[in-house]
C-alpha cells in the first residue's frame, strides 16, 4: 500500500502568514490522484483539494495544491483564523486508499 | 443538499459485531455516478479506509478489514450499511461514510476522494 507521509507535524504561524504542507508519498501516485483536507475539531473531515490541484467547491483561493508523482503540497498563502485545523491528504490512485498521518496549522 | 448520517449502537463487546448505517438524504444512493464508502478515525491509527460500495452491490474493500467485513446497501431505503466481525479495541474509532468523488462508468475506476462525510460516530469496544 502506498505510505503518505505529512511533514511537519505541527505548524505554529500567525494570521495572515503563509502555510506550506508537505506530503510525500511511498511511491507515485498515478494520475495526481490525491486529495486534501481540512479538519476542525470535533467535525468531520471536509474535501479541500482533489486530483493534486482542484479546489473543491466553497474554499477561498487562498488554499492551492500542487505536486506530482510522490512530492505534493498545500499551501495557504494569508492564514485567516478560521485555517488553524487539521490537514490530510489521501491517495485514491491505488487501493488500498490511504490517508497522510495529519499537520496540525495551530496559532503561534 | 446531499447529507449523510451514521447511526448504530455506540458500544460493541468484543469478539462480536459491529454494525452501522449511513442513510443519504438530498439524493439518490442509486446514482451511476457515485460510490459510497466508509472511513474510520482512531488516535492510532488516524484515518483509515474501510470500503466502498455501488448501488449494483458492487464492493471494494481495504484487505486489512476485508477478511471481517460486509458491506451492504439497502436502495429502497436510500442506505448502506457495515458489518465488521469480531471487533477487539483495536476497532474503537470515530466511523464516518462519505460519498466517493464522481463515478465513470466509462473508465471504471471506483477509486476517488471522499465528498461529503456525515458527521461521524464513536464506536467504542468493551470487554
Known amino acids: 500500500e502506498i505510505v503518505l507521509t505529512q511533514s511537519p507535524g505541527t505548524l505554529s504561524l500567525s494570521p495572515g502568514q503563509r502555510a506550506t504542507l508537505s506530503c510525500r508519498a511511498s511511491q507515485s501516485v498515478s494520475s495526481n490522484s490525491l486529495a486534501w483536507y481540512q479538519q476542525q475539531p470535533g467535525q468531520a473531515p471536509r474535501l479541500l483539494i482533489f486530483g493534486a490541484s482542484n479546489r473543491a467547491t466553497g474554499f477561498p483561493d487562498r488554499f492551492s495544491g500542487s505536486g506530482s508523482g510522490t512530492d505534493f503540497t498545500l499551501t495557504i498563502t494569508r492564514l485567516e483564523p478560521e485555517d488553524f485545523a487539521v490537514y490530510y491528504c489521501q491517495q485514491y490512485g491505488t487501493s488500498p486508499l490511504t490517508f497522510g498521518g495529519g499537520t496540525k496549522v495551530e496559532i503561534k | 443538499q446531499l447529507q449523510l448520517q451514521e447511526s448504530g449502537p455506540g458500544l460493541v463487546k468484543a469478539s462480536e459485531t459491529l454494525s452501522l448505517t449511513c442513510t443519504v438524504s438530498?439524493?439518490?444512493?442509486?446514482?451511476?455516478?457515485?460510490?459510497w464508502g466508509w472511513i474510520r478515525q482512531s488516535p492510532g491509527e488516524g484515518l483509515e479506509w474501510i470500503g466502498s460500495?455501488?448501488?449494483?452491490?458492487?464492493?471494494y474493500y481495504n484487505p486489512s478489514l476485508k477478511s471481517r467485513l460486509t458491506i451492504s446497501v439497502d436502495t429502497s431505503q436510500n442506505q448502506f450499511s457495515l458489518k465488521l466481525r469480531s471487533v477487539t479495541a483495536a476497532d474503537r474509532a470515530v466511523y464516518y461514510c462519505?460519498?466517493?468523488?464522481?463515478?465513470?462508468?466509462?473508465?471504471?475506476?471506483?477509486?476517488?476522494?471522499?465528498?461529503?462525510w456525515g458527521q461521524g460516530t464513536l464506536v467504542t469496544v468493551s470487554s
Open positions: 460500495i455501488y448501488y449494483t452491490g458492487s464492493t
Open positions: 462519505a460519498r466517493l468523488g464522481y463515478f465513470d462508468v466509462w473508465s471504471g475506476d471506483p477509486y476517488k476522494w471522499f465528498d461529503p
Open positions: 438530498g439524493g439518490s444512493i442509486s446514482s451511476r455516478s457515485y460510490y
